[in-house]
């Protein structure tokens, strides 16, 4: 037995998350960086739309002080698809060509455009009678330090399924 077959061997590594997170600043992520991304995203879903006839394939954008939000008329999240996005560098967009960054861009372009703050996310996969409503608490997970396990998902109530709808009526997306 030589001496190296004789030393003990450990296993190390890890993915410290608080260290990841607090880095979401200084990677580049520019907030005009993060609004591509998330545009990025909503022109990937329309993409995926093009064997279905919509009347107006839209982004809608809302900004003032209480609140910032994006509607499309996409393709929207499965549960699948809502799981990938939500998991960190896990591309969304495996299966076929995509504008985003693999698996990475929409969290810290949310994180830093709400400032840390709560971001709700609410989508419909096409052609499914049940819709999902997102919560990523960035306070909480950046207060925490931890990312995993910090993002929760459900059905959207009927009330969501309703405002969701009605907007894009509104917007002449339907």
Not at 11 to 21: C, P, Q, R, T, V
Not at 38 to 51: E, I, M, T, Y
Not at 124 to 135: L, W
Request: with cysteine; net charge negative; glycine share 10%.
């Amino acid at each position: 037995m030589n001496q190296a077959e004789s030393m003990t061997t450990t296993a190390i590594g890890n993915m410290n998350e608080a260290g990841y997170l607090g880095g979401f600043g200084r990677r580049g992520f520019t907030d005009e960086k993060c609004i591509n991304e998330l545009v990025a995203n909503s022109l990937d879903a329309l993409d995926r739309c093009d064997h279905i006839l919509l009347p107006n394939k839209a982004i809608l954008f809302c900004v003032n002080k209480k609140e910032t939000y994006i509607i499309d008329n996409g393709a929207g999240m499965d549960n699948d698809g809502i799981d990938n996005m939500w998991s960190m560098h896990r591309e969304n967009h495996a299966s076929h060509a995509s504008r985003g960054v693999s698996g990475v861009g929409a969290k810290p372009a949310t994180s830093n455009l709400s400032n840390k703050k709560k971001v709700i996310y609410h989508t419909k996969p096409v052609g499914s009678s049940v819709g999902f409503h997102i919560e990523v608490p960035w306070d909480t997970i950046h207060a925490q330090g931890r990312f995993t396990g910090m993002i929760t998902k459900r059905e959207m109530t009927q009330e969501e399924s309703y405002q969701f709808h009605t907007e894009r009526e509104k917007a002449g997306m339907l």
